[in-house]
């Protein structure tokens, strides 16, 4: 008898409009549904689901409305290089640079607040920016620069961060509850988070920014 998987018997709950494209999964070690976002990506979600992403100099901000759970999680790069950087480690075009970051923050934010979250009630979490590629020293830390001076600017709580480092990080995050469980990769997957991020970096490079959004 041919033996079917859990996956297969799992009923996923509905996806919100937007969102058919995030690898969702069952996670047996959470015993939950799961949605893994990748560089440049971001989901938002009404249900008891997990949002999972792997980050090295990239930061995700974990985002809920504490009052009724809806919540969801981005995972962005500032796309500027090592060139032109003055002392304080940011380019000419830092203007340009930004705004791929209000982008990802702005896009995470609207649609918390399109599916019932209020501005007032929201909580956040940073993550990321680590030290882990040779070639973008100074990635991680402009990275975790934009996203505070984000928060403040907006007036936006932030509740909790794990920021900085040398490693990589693995990190579960639980809107409809906030929990979050971060795994700090010291040995492994380096090579796949090089690559992926290198990739990232040259897409945004190559690639405007579209929406439905005013950036500034």
């Given at each position: 008898?041919?033996?079917?998987?859990?996956?297969?018997?799992?009923?996923?709950?509905?996806?919100?409009?937007?969102?058919?494209?995030?690898?969702?999964?069952?996670?047996?070690?959470?015993?939950?549904?799961?949605?893994?976002?990748?560089?440049?990506?971001?989901?938002?979600?009404?249900?008891?689901?997990?949002?999972?992403?792997?980050?090295?100099?990239?930061?995700?901000?974990?985002?809920?409305?504490?009052?009724?759970?809806?919540?969801?999680?981005n995972?962005?790069?500032?796309?500027?290089?090592?060139?032109?950087?003055?002392?304080?480690?940011w380019?000419?075009?830092?203007?340009?640079?930004?705004?791929?970051?209000?982008?990802?923050?702005?896009?995470?934010?609207?649609?918390?607040?399109?599916?019932?979250?209020?501005?007032?009630?929201?909580?956040v979490?940073?993550?990321?920016?680590?030290?882990?590629?040779?070639?973008?020293?100074?990635?991680?830390?402009?990275?975790?620069?934009?996203?505070?001076?984000?928060?403040?600017?907006?007036?936006?709580?932030?509740?909790?961060?794990?920021?900085?480092?040398?490693?990589?990080r693995?990190?579960?995050?639980?809107?409809?509850?906030?929990?979050v469980?971060?795994?700090?990769?010291?040995?492994?997957?380096?090579?796949?988070?090089?690559?992926?991020?290198?990739?990232?970096k040259?897409?945004?490079?190559?690639?405007?920014?579209?929406?439905?959004?005013?950036l500034?």
């Amino acid at each position: 008898m041919k033996k079917t998987s859990v996956e297969s018997v799992v009923d996923f709950p509905a996806v919100l409009p937007g969102f058919e494209h995030v690898n969702r999964y069952w996670d047996k070690t959470h015993n939950s549904h799961a949605a893994k976002i990748l560089p440049g990506e971001y989901y938002v979600t009404l249900r008891d689901e997990v949002i999972v992403t792997v980050l090295g100099s990239c930061i995700s901000a974990c985002i809920r409305d504490s009052v009724f759970g809806v919540g969801g999680m981005n995972h962005f790069m500032l796309p500027t290089g090592e060139e032109g950087i003055g002392r304080s480690g940011w380019n000419r075009d830092v203007s340009d640079s930004t705004r791929y970051g209000n982008f990802a923050m702005e896009k995470l934010v609207n649609d918390i607040m399109k599916n019932g979250g209020r501005r007032n009630n929201l909580e956040v979490k940073i993550f990321g920016g680590g030290k882990v590629l040779a070639q973008m020293t100074g990635v991680g830390e402009r990275n975790i620069h934009f996203v505070k001076e984000y928060i403040k600017t907006e007036g936006l709580r932030l509740v909790s961060e794990d920021v900085g480092d040398i490693y990589p990080r693995k990190v579960y995050y639980f809107p409809a509850s906030g929990k979050v469980r971060l795994k700090k990769l010291r040995a492994s997957h380096n090579n796949t988070i090089a690559a992926r991020e290198k990739a990232y970096k040259e897409e945004l490079v190559t690639e405007p920014i579209s929406g439905d959004i005013e950036l500034f």
